[in-house]
C-alpha cells in the first residue's frame, strides 16, 4: 500500500509542503502521498488521530498546532523535547514520536543556501512561540556571540530564554531591541496576518540579514528591512530544508535540496 503523511494547520490552504514531499518522493523512488490538512483550532489531537487510524505514517505541523503536537506525542526526540514543540510527527503500533526539524532546516538554509556565517554573529530572533523555540538551540550550536529573543510579552521571551541557561541567551521587548544585529529572524505570526512587530530600525545596518520563516509573499517585516538598509530572505528555503530532513526521518534517505528550492523559486 501506499504510504500516506500530511501537514496540519490552520490556515493550511498555503502551503507547499504537498509539493515539496511529492518532489522529494519522485527523486528519492519513494511510494507515498501527502496531503493538506485544515486541523480545526480546537480539533488538532482529533484530526490527527483520524489520520491515523485511516493509515497515516506521519505528518507535519505547522501554525498553531507545534506546541500541541509537543504534548500530544508518546516520545520525543531530544531535540523536541527541549524544544518545546514539535513539527513532525511519526506513527507506529508504539504511538506518536514528535521531533523537531525547524532549526536544522533554518540553519542549513543559511549556512548552506545563503552562505552566512554564524559564528560570532549577534543574532536577534523575532517571537516567542513554538516556531522560535524550534530553532533557539540550532541557533546557539552554532556559536553567535549573542541570541536576543524579542517579544511583545517580554516575559514569554524570559521564560524560553530561561530554559536553555545559556549566558549568550537574553530577553526583551520588540521596542527595547535598539542595537545593530548581524541576523534578525521573524518567528512571529504578524506576516501571516500582514503585519509588523514594532521594530527599531537601528537594528538592521546593510550587513544585516533580514530573514522571515513566512515564504511565497513580500511581507511587512521584509519590506521595512530593505527600506532600511537590510539584504533580505524569505523561509522558502527553511521549508524545504525542514522537510529534507523529516523525509530523511521517515523513509531513510535524504533527497536533494537544490533542484527543489530552485523550482519553487521559478
Known sequence: MTDRYAVFGHPIA???????????????????????????IEGFADSVASFVATGGRGANVTVPFKE???????????RAERAGAVNTLSFDADGITGDNTDGAGLVADLTGNLRRQLAGTRILLLGAGGAARGVIEPLLEQQPAALVIANRTVSRAQELAALFGDARLTACSF??????????????AASLAGELPPLSPAIFTASTLAYDMMYGRDTPFLSFARTHGATTADGLGMLVEQAAEAFALWRGVRPDTAPVIASLRT
Open 14 to 40: 498555503h502551503s507547499k509542503s504537498p509539493q515539496i514531499h511529492a518532489a522529494f518522493a519522485r527523486q528519492t523512488g519513494q511510494d507515498m502521498t501527502y496531503e493538506a490538512i485544515l486541523a480545526p
Open 68 to 78: 500541541e503536537a509537543w504534548k500530544l506525542a508518546d516520545r520525543l526526540s531530544p
Open 175 to 188: 521596542d527595547a531591541a535598539d542595537s545593530r544585529f548581524d541576523l534578525v529572524v521573524n518567528a512571529t
